[in-house]
């Protein structure tokens, strides 16, 4: 799982506690509060962030189940070199979208 994953990740696990939990792959997306509604928000800041549309076939309860599961679907659309590479500034875009689609907000 690569940084900026799991920085637009972070704003929908609204079950996490005020301490910073380590997200793993086994991580349980459910028990972290990512309902259906907040898949679908959820769902909308990953193809904003990475640039990809996740196959309507994916779009299912086991890859939101874990955030294993989540980044395997998305890895696999993302072209070889951009699961190598993470900037500062990508990882910072990834936290604002995450942040705007789990409050809400629209941003131009």
Do not use: C, Y
């Not at 929908?12 to 028990?31: M, Q, V, Y």
């Not at 679908?40 to 193809?47: D, S, V």
């Not at 779009?59 to 696999?76: E, K, P, Q, Y």
């Amino acid at each position: 799982m690569d940084s900026r994953f799991t920085a637009l990740l972070r704003p929908f696990l609204k079950h996490s506690g005020p301490d910073e939990i380590a997200l793993a792959p086994d991580t349980d997306l459910r028990k972290l509060g990512v309902d259906s509604m907040q898949a679908i928000e959820l769902l909308f800041a990953i193809e904003d962030t990475f640039g990809i549309s996740l196959p309507d076939d994916e779009l299912n309860d086991a890859t939101f189940a874990t955030a294993g599961s989540l980044w395997r679907v998305i890895s696999a659309q993302l072209p070889d070199e951009a699961t190598e590479e993470t900037t500062e500034e990508s990882i910072d875009e990834a936290a604002g979208a995450a942040s705007d689609h789990a409050t809400g907000q629209v941003t131009a």
